[in-house]
């Protein structure tokens, strides 16, 4: 039996616990305990990292300048180096060219980290979708915590936008894998960085490509026989 199924089985309540077990469930008391303030300590000094790519980037520094002021919300350090941020805030237009920086500082940053998605173009490439130089959204390289659609959003927004990263956080149970995949046993996988050379290229989609071109192959194979 593994550790979240005796979870289940002891928060089970139609399983009565027997009264040995009385101490478990105060160690599981306990735990929750822990996670709130474990949650509490991590929502509010939340360090963002400096990554302003386009006029978003001119509304996230309103927010953090004295008449929003950010640091209300305990994300007062932004740092410049990923080594020492939690979240990176894509404020902006992503290009192919520049998406190949952001995933490698996106591995560079320790975990937990998070990645908060700032502007239409951020979100899903807004005027620019489906532009030959412009990514779709840079949730198709990077796992994106929170959307903050707009162009460009207003800091009010981006402030709506911190909040609700504080609620996914305060959400999140050490107990639970699932929920935070990088409090587990072994380092975390990093992100394949794309490679940029004709087009971009993401490796993760390598078979698909091997998928098109055997298929690409074989027709040129038949018509070939045709002829």
Known sequence: MTDNDFLKELHN???PVPEGMQSAVAVTNIGRLMDSIYN???RNSIWPMAFGLACCAIEMIATAASRYDQARFGMEVIRASPRQADLMIVSGTVTKKMV??????YNQ????KYVLAMGACACGGGPFKEGYNVVSGVDKFLPVDVYVPGCPPTPQALL???IALQKKIDAQSLGNYNSVPWYGRGPSDAIPVPVLGPDLYDPRQGHIMRRQHEAAQSAAQDKQADA
Do not use: K, S, T
């Open 160 to 162: 709506h936008g911190f």
């Open 13 to 15: 309540p139609d399983v």
């Open 40 to 42: 509490w300590g991590r």
């Open 109 to 112: 940053m320790p975990e937990p």
């Open 100 to 105: 190949v920086p952001i995933v490698r500082l």
